[in-house]
């Protein structure tokens, strides 16, 4: 495994750094918003911001890395990025904090974009399984790491604010530093959303639902942690166990989805997050309870989208793949905008404590809309195409990194059914 890292060693540095940084702002603006009185609806659209940055930054990611190249990209961003943070806690309003999410959400994906991308460019294929999980394992553990750097200091001050910035400026020096070739860039189309849902309806959903749930999580989950009278300390435990679920439960369902119809164990996973969204409302009290509710909610909600994606990869051809996953992260985007400012309104409406409601909302909604589609095609085909890969939402480049060893498609059209095909011919071309 060691020969594997070093060579991109800089590169996963790189990015571990700049998810230290992004993953402390985005929960410490969450604490210091509520701390500063900001209302559930105004800190909802403030959270809505990054993501709508985020989706609207994938338009532009590619064609500005190959004008400038990878490391030109990347400084431009990270600058961006760093004196983003900063602003943050120079002008405390929360309408110029919106603009600076929209920002950040915009340069973040450039850089993810410049990562992935060259991660993809410098691996060779039969590697690009073991880089892929290396490349996971550090996504989700630099997420985990950055909600603990909330105890050095109280949100209020300015320390935290100066740290999430460091740490993103000092993401350049190892991506400056490498002596890789720059990889050529490769434009990624979308596939139309309406043979999309022809191929995968309940892909489609899952992608758009699971944005909704996820993207109000990210946003507001720090605040619902501060408004149940948990202090900033308490509140990055929160954050780190929902994040720590996801990584351990995406694996094993991932597989089990493997040997069974992936919509079914879909609305499985789904029915089960709905239950420990309300195990997470009645334990609000009891916080050794609530970390282990948020962990077993975060760790079956972190496995939607990647079953999705893994069912509409079931459903391709070879060559729609990549331009299907990135509609699909597209979808995902659209709902991880709108949910923090759903969810917010309902905060407000309602009060803080009910966004496990709002989970138990869209996760019992996909359940509902997977068991529609399991009646209309009953057909339970459990043979599949391709074999669940763990993800992370961050580029569409991502999609390039998945291992070829472990996503074969099969090369007859996709059938009008929303059902797995079965015996992919010899000939089977691979991602």
């Known amino acids: 495994m060691l020969p594997l890292i070093v060579p991109i060693g800089a590169v996963l540095l790189g990015v571990a750094l700049l998810l230290l940084g992004s993953g402390l702002l985005n929960t410490l603006l969450a604490v210091r918003g509520s701390l500063e009185g900001y209302s559930d609806s105004s ?106 750097l909330l105890r050095l200091e109280s949100a209020m001050s300015f320390m935290l604010f100066a740290v999430a910035a460091m740490l993103i400026s000092v993401s350049l020096v190892p991506v400056t530093w490498t002596r890789f070739a720059q990889p050529p860039v490769e434009t990624v189309t979308r596939l139309r959303f309406k043979a999309l849902y022809k191929a995968a309806p309940v892909s489609v959903a899952g992608a758009l639902l699971s944005g909704l749930a996820m ?61 420990a969204a309300v195990l997470v409302w009645l334990s609000s009290s009891v916080p050794l309870l609530l970390y282990l509710a948020i962990g077993v909610y975060g760790g079956l909600a972190f496995c939607a989208y990647p079953v999705a994606l893994a069912h509409l990869i079931d459903r391709l051809d070879s060559d729609q793949i990549l331009s299907g996953g990135s509609s699909a992260l597209f979808l995902h985007g659209v709902g991880a905008a709108i949910g923090p400012a759903l969810a917010g309104q309902l905060m407000e409406v309602l009060g803080a404590r009910s966004l496990p409601f709002y989970f138990v909302i869209m996760q019992v909604a996909l359940a509902l809309y997977t068991l529609m589609r399991l009646h209309v095609v009953r057909e339970d085909l459990s043979d599949h195409s391709t074999q669940f890969v763990p993800m992370v939402r961050t580029s569409q480049v991502a999609l390039e990194m998945m291992p070829e060893e472990e996503v074969e498609v099969e090369s007859e059209d996709v059938p009008d059914s929303d059902t797995n095909q079965s015996e992919p011919p010899p000939d089977d071309p691979k991602l």
């Open 43 to 148: 800190l909802g659209l403030i959270m809505s911001g990054y993501f709508l940055g985020y989706f609207s930054g994938t338009f532009a990611a590619l064609p500005l890395i190959r004008r400038v190249g990878h490391i030109r990209a990347f400084a431009m961003c990270a600058a961006l990025a760093s004196c983003s943070a900063l602003l943050h806690v120079m002008f405390v309003e929360p309408w110029v904090w919106m603009a600076l999410r929209v920002m950040n959400g915009f340069v973040l994906v450039i850089l993810y974009t410049v990562v992935e991308s060259w991660l993809n460019g410098q691996t060779p294929a039969e590697q690009r399984g073991r880089v892929f999980a290396v490349y996971m394992a550090v996504n989700l553990g630099a997420l985990a790491a950055a909600q603990q």
């Open 215 to 275: 993207g109000a999580f990210w946003g507001l989950g720090p605040v619902y942690a501060s408004r149940v009278g948990l202090d900033s300390a308490s509140v990055a435990t929160f954050m780190s166990m929902a994040i720590l679920g996801g990584a351990l439960f995406q694996y094993p369902l991932g597989r089990y989805s493997d040997t069974h119809d992936r919509r079914s164990v879909l609305m499985v996973i789904c029915l089960a997050a709905a239950g």
